[in-house]
């Protein structure tokens, strides 16, 4: 029997025999650990809870000695299926392991449990090798309905991963609903047109169309518990003071100049930020965040930080006041102080500040997590620093990039990432000493959707780069084989094939060097 479990587990034994799961079989658990995990498997079956252990072929079993966070057990034979856990993660990881034992139709939507399933003997021991695995979407270049957004979800859940970083704010678009500021949904929430072709073409042209949308905080709340049900944090973005303009079209008062601006209809980096010099700037973003902590639980609050053109700054009376009041050097200490100045709020509602590793540059505040994309090298200094890391370096974990040669592929914004090279990552890097590595805390794929205008085309640049993603963040090293991974991923591909998943096909014919 062909077995496909991705991410790859820590220590599987088979036994070449199976044990055939029916229908009327009744499942056993006392742990309230297991709910989740049992809901999420009563999402495709409907087996009926067991008065007690022995009535049960599918049993669940708190192990308290278990002390890994997602760590489980799943042991299939004869008497049937015995699942154990210490926490609700490690019980609802072995149920998405159980289900890829199963043959590939209960992945279909459409899945009636009515006929009879042969899952293999095994034993397994699995857990994950970092803390946090995550993806990222970016729902303002392009808005994503909620149904995507949910789906997006279940594809993370389904690979094992536990954080997704919800990319809220943009240049281009604002997509939460802050009861305090209505016009951010008003108006900035929607675009008079987009750029067509790339960013770069000369001359340029727009499409005149409207584009837009917003989530209400009911809507948030819903995809929060969504994605709690299915062990999944959810970490919210709000871009500072970069990557702003559309909050300022709405609210121009809180920008250096007097200038109107609009919702930005092209990509890229653009000038007007949020003015660090005035005061109301600040009580508008804590306003916001403080919206912000009280619908998302995450501990991380996930703050942008990057690409904050320093142009206006220099010019504006109130920002070079600023400096001089604070004793700043220059503008990246006044971005050092606009972060920290937002680390202290948070912490002060009992959050963690992460930023694009941008925060590292005038000094670093005090609690900061690095989430570093320009290379590894802003990760490494803040590791050293004994900060907290989460590594997502565009040369390997940028899925907006190429995934085979830019002629064959749909139009993208740059770069080279074929599956195999997002395979060949190690978060830790090797320049980094041993007593450093417990700041490494995972890995993450970004989604940038400036050329991904609908869900279909996300799950093109998604599938199966996700994949390999799951098993850098999940699988020890010694276990990683490229060549055995791609075989699994056939078996992948035939359940995503079912899901109707828009998986790209570029892995056949990617050359890992290519361009
Ligand atoms: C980024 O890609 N600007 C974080
Ligand atoms: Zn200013």
Redesign the pocket.
Known sequence: MKISVIPKPVMMETENNVFTITKEMKLNYISEDAVKAVNYLNSKFHFVRAKDKSGAKINFLADKKIEREGEYNLQIGSDGIEISANDESGFFYAVQTLLQLMPVEVFDPKFKAEKKYDVPFVKINDYPRFEYRGMHLDVCRHFMPVEFVKKYIDYLAMHKMNKFHWHLTEDQGWRIEIKKYPKLTQISAFRDGTVIGHSRDEPKKYDNIKHGGFYTQEQIKDVIKYAEERCITIIPEIELPGHSVAALAAYPQFACTDGSFEVEKNWGVFDDVYCAGKEGTFTFLTDILTEVIELFPSKYIHIGG??CPKTQWKVCPDCQAKIKKEKLKDEHELQSYFIKRIEKFLISKNRQLIG?DEILEGGLAPEATVMS?RGTKGGIAAANDNHNVIMTP?SHCYFDYYQDEKSKEPLAIGGYLPLEKVYSYDPLPSELPKEKHKYILGAQG?V?TEYMKTPEHVEYMVFPRIDAMSEVTWTPVKNKNYEEFKTRLETQLERYKLMGINYSKSHYTAKLKGK
Do not use: G, K, Q, S
Request: charged share 30%; glycine share 0%; aromatic share 42%.
């Open positions: 990057d690409e694009w994309w565009t970004n940038w």
